[in-house]
């Protein structure tokens, strides 16, 4: 005798799923809702919004339509946060075959899902792409800013995949649901650009079209772009172009790292030039508590961005931070002497294996004790 549950009759799988990312969307939940069940109509679907644990409801309010509707389902995820991985965790959550990713806003063409799902079929290809760059696909009312962003980002990207793709950060696409289960655990999951990640993870060249389509203006919600976007997309170019092997965290913490130095030098240089070199031991300490400060505060924004302290957390973090890098600085200086000393490499292997120590130190024990555990973000 089976012990598998009876499905009910009326009752089929999805051939389509719709993910959407969602942080702040209460106001657009129900309209995406009504929108995506309109259009697709006589197709079997399921619609599921992952939403980063949005303090304005949107969960609740996601969750309100799913009672009413089945097909509709909520992933609230607590203590994580990225648009990538929210579509990653949402893409991995259903049976169906085909898996069509858009955001929360209304700013995609809701009204172009059931043409993607229809290419997908007859043309026998892997993905198919909502494009703004194709003929008869805009941008909208994007200023310049952001369109120069756009097409310097659209340029890098198009580097890394080698495919003719003109809009390879393109947030609005349809995938086989075999592509991303073949390539899942070689994507970064990080920052907004999940088209890209999928496509320069994948062994072998996809197979792809691009639909146009025009770019809405915002009608609800909160924008999800912000000055870290730009930081995201070259750490994401970065760890692609230098494999898994070095944590993605690490690379953006030593880089930071490196503007420190920087940092540290344009503080210390003013104290020498008006106290004289009498000052040498002040200024030293000075500029080290300002390099330690603007590293603290850089890697809380951007490093760490989705376990950002606030509050009476960044005091103890940049307490916790101060101190590490502290016992990091000793580290440092002590492995170089005594490679120096010792006479087992010149003063410039000995600085450079000093630096690396100290960097691996820093990062190890800030994870640890500085960004220990997932904030509420806001």
Known sequence: ????????????????????????????????????????DGIDWELIFVDDDS??????????LARQDPRIRVIQRIGRRGLSSACIEGMLSTTAPCLAVMDGDLQHDETLLPRMLQTLRDEDLDIVVGSRYVEGGDVGDWSARRQGMSRLATRLG????????????????MVREHVVHGCVRRLTGVGFKILLDIFSAA????????LPFSFRQRQAGHSKLDNAVLWEYLLMLTQKLIGPLIPLRFI???LIGAFGVLVHMSVLWPILHVFGESAFLTGQATATLVAMTSNFFL????????????????????????LACSLGALANVGIADYLFQAGHSGWVVSALAGILVGAVWNYAVTAVYTWKRPANPI
């Open 158 to 173: 198009q580097i890394l995949i080698r495919a003719e793709l003109s809009d390879p950060m393109s947030g609005f696409f």
């Open 1 to 40: 005798m089976s012990d598998r549950p009876n499905p009910p009759t009326d009752h089929r799988p999805p051939e389509l799923a719709v993910i959407v990312p969602t942080y702040k969307e209460v106001d657009s939940v129900a309209e995406v809702a009504r929108r995506v069940a309109a259009v697709l």
């Open 299 to 322: 890697n809380n924004v951007l490093t760490y961005r989705d376990m950002r302290l606030r509050g009476r957390q960044l005091l103890w973090g940049w307490f916790s931070f101060v």
């Open 252 to 254: 953006a913490f030593s």
């Open 203 to 210: 062994e072998t060249p996809l197979r792809f079209r691009e």
């Open 55 to 64: 303090p304005d409801g949107t969960a609740e309010r996601a969750r309100e």
